[in-house]
């Protein structure tokens, strides 16, 4: 795996592109010359670990035929100071599903073997922070 990173600007502004040529904008606060034109670095932490988590939990449901009409995550983490950086002390991802006929237990079984077994991001995250989930069907 390689990623290339390329300054925008004279400032933080900075672009990551993957071996497939995709790209994601990063950038920093205004405190530190920042123009707020990406996401900052632990902000695609949580993204990171959001997406992780499903692509792994849409898997889990196809192959037991429990397909949402729509998935919706939301990340939040709470971070803690540690000498001169900071790290995640909590991690809860909440996840929204969509789908008349989804099964409460197979949707929390899903979930749970995502986050506890299957997801790289989370079980990484796990060293430093408390990862934790819920979710809720709608519809």
Known sequence: MKISIQRLNEAV???AKNEDGVTLQMDGTGEI???NGGFRPMQMLLAAAGGCSAIDVVGILQKQKQNPDDLKIEVTGERVNV???SEFKTV????ILKG????E????RA???SINKYCSVSK???KTAKVTSSFEIVG
């Open 33 to 35: 010359g920042g123009i």
């Open 13 to 15: 502004h900075m672009e």
């Open 105 to 108: 237990k197979k949707v929390a």
């Open 124 to 126: 990484t995250l796990e």
């Open 83 to 85: 000498k001169e950086y």
């Open 111 to 113: 979930i749970d073997l």
């Open 100 to 103: 008349a006929h989804l099964d």
């Open 92 to 95: 809860h991802i909440h996840f």
